[in-house]
């Protein structure tokens, strides 16, 4: 089946604009994880939805991030008055059940470049 | 704040050769542990878990945890080219399903 996807797959913006990306995670996945790839690094978590459970937001580096999932599908992470140091690739991952031990199914990436 | 460490390198090894890929965490209550490879410019893929003590060996790649000394390695033996990539160390926190991730350490089989 398909597997996770993200767009855009790229985005260039001007420092100050809104910017949001979208994931739609493997059909029947209830669990769905933001993270982010700053150039050389590891993956820095950011957010998590369960299902109709609080997401958590313990990763988020600053309100000026937020993220939504609505339907318990779709989710898109938002970005307001980027800033330089937001550039990144943000990869978005499904799971089956969020529970423990669970492979994570990442999908492409969104490489953001914020000029 | 938990910390997950891997050397960056690159890894160079010959064809053939056994990989050494070693990860050490901080924290005690991490129960399972993730090893993703990632390719350049593409995301990360499921190499192998493992949870309890001691080896889990799926076709060429092996994972070795020891959780009193908070270290966990994979080894690839008969290291092929396509091996070559940056391989990430994600121990699963407890009561937390979100990973930590390393750095990595790039592994590059010279041909």
């Known amino acids: 089946g398909a597997g996770v996807s993200q767009s855009p797959s790229n985005k260039v913006t001007e420092k100050g604009k809104d910017v949001e990306l979208r994931c739609d995670p493997i059909?029947?996945?209830?669990?769905l994880y933001w993270y982010r790839q700053s150039l050389g690094q590891g993956l820095e978590f950011l957010i998590y939805f369960q299902g109709n459970s609080a997401p958590d937001k313990s990763g988020l580096p600053s309100d000026r991030f937020s993220a939504e999932r609505t339907g318990g599908s779709v989710s898109t992470l938002t970005i307001q008055r980027t800033q330089q140091e937001d550039s990144a690739v943000y990869l978005c991952?499904?799971?089956?059940?969020?529970?423990?031990?669970?492979?994570?199914?990442f999908g492409p990436g969104t490489r953001l470049l914020v000029l | 704040q938990k910390e997950v460490e891997q050397n960056s390198g690159p890894l160079s090894v010959p064809e053939g050769a056994i990989a050494s890929l070693n990860c050490t965490y901080s924290d005690r209550g991490s129960q399972s542990f993730f090893w993703y490879r990632q390719y350049s410019g593409k995301s990360p893929e499921l190499i192998m878990f493992i949870y309890s003590n001691g080896d889990k060996e799926d076709g060429r790649f092996t994972a070795q945890l020891n959780k009193a000394s908070q270290y966990v390695s994979l080894l690839i033996r008969d290291s092929q080219p396509s091996d070559s990539a940056t391989y990430l160390c994600a121990p699963e926190e407890a009561g937390r399903r979100a990973l930590t991730f390393g750095s990595g350490t790039r592994l590059q089989v010279q041909p």
């Open positions: 059909s029947g996945h209830t669990a």
């Open positions: 991952a499904s799971s089956p059940n969020g529970g423990g031990r669970e492979t994570q199914y």
